[in-house]
């Protein structure tokens, strides 16, 4: 399940049985924000509580031992999900070698060459040799087994 930090906005790849049937506190990895993050399917992608169970919430961890505190508030056994912007620098990249395909598809077909046919040869070419060392591979085995 994903859950997910409301300082940072940092999301985590969460095992559900980590926060065990009644929750657990938590603490991000990125911005050290702890929170108490229960089993629910409505609060199972972010952190930020409900409004009227912020008050059960902090009852529950202010009832917790000091102790408790400290050994359930542990960095997320967990995956950090970043999500990624879409790059400019790669999309001009692909437009720019869709570009060159484009022009080198032109320029043969101004000077007479069928891209198509010249590809078609090529293709058939690599099927002949391809045919041809399997034959010869079994030629060899079946000599080596007789």
């Known amino acids: 399940m994903f ?3 409301s300082n940072c906005e940092f999301k985590y ?13 938590v603490e991000c990895a990125n911005c050290g924000h702890q929170w108490f993050q229960k089993l629910e399917n409505q609060e199972a992608f ?8 912020i008050i059960k919430e902090r009852d529950t961890v202010d009832n917790l031992k000091i102790e408790d505190k ?10 950090v999900v970043k999500e ?7 999309s ?15 320029l043969s077909r101004s000077y007479g060459i069928n ?3 010249l590809i ?4 058939r070419e690599f099927f002949f040799n391809l045919n041809m060392i399997f034959a010869d591979l079994a030629k060899i085995i079946y000599n080596t087994l007789n």
Do not use: H, Q
């Open 13 to 25: 790849l969460v095992n559900s049985a980590d926060l065990k049937p009644n929750g657990r506190m």
């Open 46 to 53: 972010s952190s930020v509580p409900s409004t009227n169970k």
């Open 115 to 117: 891209t198509f046919v």
């Open 70 to 79: 400290n050994k359930a508030i542990k960095n997320l056994p967990s995956t």
């Open 3 to 5: 859950i997910v930090c």
């Open 120 to 123: 078609d040869f090529y293709i």
């Open 84 to 90: 990624e912007k879409p790059s400019i620098r790669n």
């Open 92 to 106: 001009l990249i692909v437009i720019f070698l869709i570009l060159c395909v484009s022009f080198g598809v032109w």
